[in-house]
DNA sequence: CCTAACGCTGAAATCGATTTCAGAAATCGA
DNA sequence: TCGATTTCTGAAATCGATTTCAGCGTTAGG
């Protein structure tokens, strides 16, 4: 009695077609209707038209996986991201499909959680099925996984990052010039006390890293290094960003400008800044990083860094395509990002007169 | 002159090694090493120990391809969504592929941007590529496209809906019951001059026209028909539930509740609410759908329904991971969705005594 | 009219892993 | 100790499409 109950019955019901149907009905040999789909040029025209009819008479499509051992190619891609839960990483990926998809690729997925363990496991899986080429996000990578990678032969591409380490090539911004530029125009907007809002809980997540590394160097360079306290340390949500700024005005009420890693953040930075009345951007500069469709519907608008996610996915599909075929492509592709000034940013009130401490500037 | 410049080596650099080269090494045949990997029960312990060795040693992998062919399992299953942009199908995205993953399944994903015709193209795609499964968003399809699948006899299942036609199996939730639950609420407080804000431009939004019938059948009920013009279509978008409010407001300036049919034109209406500096909710009522994390964070913090992504991404592929193994199926889950009061949502202020219009109650 | 060249088609080998079938080895009972 | 099971392993067939190689028929040139 232990038998399963018997209820769908396993296996395809109609024994699928195959190309040898194609050619018995055709009166040719599956030579010829493989010919007929694949060098279409070669077969005399009258025979080629008389197979293409049996072949959509019986609605015959080719096995992949046949084809695949065949040749050696799956024509499929696979893309790891570290969540898909944040549109910017969302974006990136459905561009990243549509591109392939026109070119009759087909994207596997997975998502790593930014977990490094899981990025190299869910690899291993997508190198087993063969795939044709690997999309990866951000720069910091196991050697583990670079080796995977090479001794796979597999192309690869890293994503939102300029560069990445161990002969990977990549497409994205320069994330720590961003917010370099980001820091000195609010320098420039006569702002001296800061504070940072960043969320680089995750070990894996270089790009926020070198953003706030960006914001860092902007400010040891006009002489105001940020004091370990300015720093806040966030996971990725909005309360985070709520609560990273309620610590960071606890520890430095006097804070006019403060730059977070993303617009989750700043946004949830608004939210609390609003709650504790203090206004933005009078008293307050809030700024963000990513630009996604709410930052500019803020009341006020936020002060973001623009990425071009689209473009982004877009790029790593058109290198892998062509690595893929043996054609010529870039080492690295630096897209340019978009300083977005809105109004969550506005020169500092009580102007506290930056006394100019006269820092050396020795360079 | 015409010769392509030859870069790079087309190919895998090692020509890959096989089952046969690990049976070699480990005095065996290849089936032994086969049956190691697949029914390690059946091998003599010592036996199987050797060739485990030698098959790390070597870093063999398995050549899905000719594995599929001969097993005609790929152990694939594909997705197609609307979008990616909408947290909500990113987060069942996700919890679909991590579960798939631990089955080990991969995950194909593609994305129809809300076009029928799109749908039907990925899916041939998905199936030539021989998935073993397939998971569908709503409740309109084509006919066309059903009986692709039922053709290609692979098993379906769609998410976000209670239930859809064509004997296609469901996971979602009952979107015309929440809405009209929500509505109910809306009456309760009082409420009886209404306006809907629904995203039902794109054809194929079942999931919006359902909501939005709720809403119109609730309020028929409590004999409060809702005119056209208390309707506005809307696309998904922040700034088309800013202009939608506006519109609305200037056809019904007496509207005291707003019901939309997704956070994001709900936070789009409150956006815009607040720079007509009407009060919410004091003045009027603003409602949602979804509840997305913005949605708490709010102020006030948004009514809304809460829909369960991840439970609906982790059913659908437990339901394909059975289906495909041939154990019985349930045929549809309804999941259950949430009404969660926030404070966007209160009683109307001057409370314009419903006038209990006395209305034949005939049922 | 005959040979050379060309264009097109079919038979068969091939890709790599799985699995059936049969046989070898080991175990057990008498 | 011998025959009967049981356990385990190897040889070979198989999955379906692609492609090489050879041969057929046709046309052009002499």
Do not use: W
């Not at 080629?48 to 065949?70: C, E, G, P, Q, W």
């Not at 080429?133 to 939102?160: C, K």
């Not at 090539?169 to 420039?188: F, H, K, Q, V």
């Not at 010529?328 to 969550?344: A, E, H, N």
């Amino acid at each position: 009695m232990d038998k399963k109950p018997v209820i769908a019955p396993k296996g395809r019901q109609q024994p699928r077609v195959k190309i040898e149907d194609v050619a018995r009905k055709a009166n040719v040999s599956a030579a010829t209707v493989s010919r007929v789909l694949n060098h279409p040029d070669i077969v005399r025209p009258e025979l080629r038209d008389r197979v293409m009819r049996h072949i959509n008479d019986l609605a015959y499509t080719r096995d992949s996986a046949a084809r695949a051992l065949k040749s050696g190619r799956m024509r499929t891609v696979g893309v790891i991201v570290p969540t898909l839960a944040l549109g910017i990483f969302a974006e990136g990926v459905e561009a990243l499909q549509n591109r392939l998809s026109e070119s009759g690729y087909t994207l596997f997925i997975a998502n790593s959680q930014y977990d490094q363990r899981r990025e190299f496991q869910e690899l291993q899986s997508l190198i087993e099925r063969g795939i044709d080429g690997i999309v990866l996000v951000g720069a910091s990578h196991g050697r583990e996984l670079r080796s995977l990678i090479e001794q796979a032969g597999v192309p690869v591409i890293t994503t939102y990052v300029a560069k990445a380490g161990g002969g990977i090539p990549a497409i994205g911004i320069d994330n720590e010039s961003a917010t370099r530029e980001m820091t000195e125009y609010l320098l420039r907007l006569g702002h001296v006390r800061f504070g940072a809002i960043a969320n680089v809980v995750a070990a894996s997540n270089d790009r926020s890293r070198a953003r706030l590394e960006g914001i860092q160097r902007a400010l040891l360079d006009a002489g105001l290094p940020l004091k370990p306290t300015q720093i806040v340390k966030a996971d990725y949500s909005l309360v985070q960003g709520r609560s990273a700024l309620r610590q960071l005005l606890t520890d430095h009420p006097d804070t006019t400008a403060v730059i977070c890693t993303t617009d989750t953040l700043a946004i949830g930075a608004m939210a609390e800044a609003r709650k504790m009345g203090l206004a933005v951007p009078a008293t307050l500069s809030i700024t963000g990083f990513d630009d996604v469709e709410l930052a500019a519907q803020m009341d006020p608008p936020l002060t973001t860094v623009s990425v071009p996610a689209a473009e982004i996915g877009r790029g790593a599909a058109d290198y892998l395509i062509n690595a893929i075929a043996g054609s010529p492509v870039p080492r690295s592709v630096v897209l340019p990002y978009r300083l977005v000034v809105r109004s969550s940013s506005a020169p500092p009130r009580s102007n506290a007169r930056p006394a100019r401490r006269g820092r050396s500037r020795d360079h």
